[in-house]
């Protein structure tokens, strides 16, 4: 089964920068999609970006865009978010999910993602 193991989360001041890592073990299929999702107090799971193996094609939250950029490092089974100019509304959980063969239509929903990592924590204040 895959495991997803995420790292990378930690507070910053607004304006600042963060990347966070998730690495998956255990899979062996070529077509699935990567994403991360987060969720803030007091709300529901929020998409935030998606990459699909084995294109590379990214999707985003409009509230994310121009400021986070996902990309993959294929050899090492590893996706990324960049994330710049953070702002205090990014704090959040934030989520790693797996989703066997995606397609366009729910690359965006939480509920066709069958492995999850355990979430980290990224604060974001002055």
């Known amino acids: 089964q895959v495991q997803l193991v995420e790292s990378g989360g930690g507070a910053v001041q607004p304006g600042g920068s963060l990347r966070l890592s998730c690495a998956a073990s255990?899979?062996?299929?070529?077509?699935?999609?990567m994403a991360w999702f987060r969720q803030a107090p007091g709300k529901e799971l929020e998409f935030v970006a998606a990459l699909r193996r084995p294109t590379g094609a990214t999707y985003y939250a409009d509230s994310v865009k121009g400021r986070f950029t996902m990309s993959r490092d294929n050899a090492k089974n590893t996706v990324y978010l960049q994330m710049n100019s953070l702002k205090a509304e990014d704090t959040a959980v934030y989520y790693c999910?797996?989703?066997?063969?995606?397609?366009?239509?729910?690359?965006?929903?939480?509920?066709?993602?069958?492995?999850w990592g355990q979430g980290t924590q990224v604060t974001v204040s002055s």
């Open positions: 999910g797996r989703q066997p063969n995606p397609i366009v239509s729910t690359i965006r929903n939480r509920d066709r993602y069958a492995y």
């Open positions: 255990g899979g062996t299929s070529n077509s699935y999609a």
